[in-house]
């Protein structure tokens, strides 16, 4: 990704926790407030959209629900881009979060795309290859 450097004052009370939430992942204060300014852009584009640290890293979630934008999507292609199933499928949710959700992945497919992927992957085979132990069976 290209970058373009930008100068930037902040108030120091803003500033400290910013060092303390670098130090804390090991890495640089620059590297943390892009991220922070990346999500605070995408949240701010997107009503209803949080991000929330995982096992796997910090990725995209509807507001309130526990689940994260790559599954309402995974949903949505096994509907065949039916947003009316999708709506049914979900029914608890809001509608505006369903089209924060999809306006979400049509500005950043390949983010969600590559969550998706990386999901697929998990099957029984891989899975007891991985982790071995899981796939014994027990007498």
């Known amino acids: 990704m290209a970058t373009i450097q930008k100068s930037l004052r902040m108030p120091k009370e803003m500033a400290k926790p910013i060092e303390e939430m670098a130090k804390a992942s090991?890495?640089?204060?620059?590297?943390?407030?892009?991220?922070?300014?990346?999500?605070?852009?995408?949240?701010?584009?997107?009503p209803g959209i949080?991000?929330?640290?995982?096992?796997?890293?910090?990725?995209?979630?509807?507001?309130?629900?526990?689940?994260?934008i790559w599954e309402i999507i995974a949903t949505y292609n096994s509907l065949n881009h039916d947003d009316a199933r999708l709506t049914k499928a979900y029914h608890w949710l809001?509608?505006?979060?369903?089209?924060?959700?999809?306006?979400?992945?049509?500005?950043?497919?390949?983010?969600?795309?590559?969550?998706?992927?990386?999901?697929?992957?998990?099957?029984?085979?891989?899975l007891a290859t991985q982790y071995p132990s899981l796939a014994m069976k027990h007498t």
Do not use: C
Request: avoid cysteine.
């Open 94 to 126: 809001q509608s505006t979060l369903i089209r924060s959700a999809l306006g979400y992945y049509t500005a950043y497919p390949k983010e969600i795309d590559e969550q998706i992927s990386f999901n697929e992957q998990w099957t029984k085979e891989h």
């Open 26 to 46: 090991g890495r640089d204060f620059s590297s943390m407030v892009n991220e922070l300014v990346g999500e605070a852009v995408k949240m701010r584009r997107f």
């Open 50 to 68: 949080i991000f929330v640290d995982g096992p796997s890293g910090r990725r995209a979630h509807l507001a309130g629900t526990g689940l994260e």
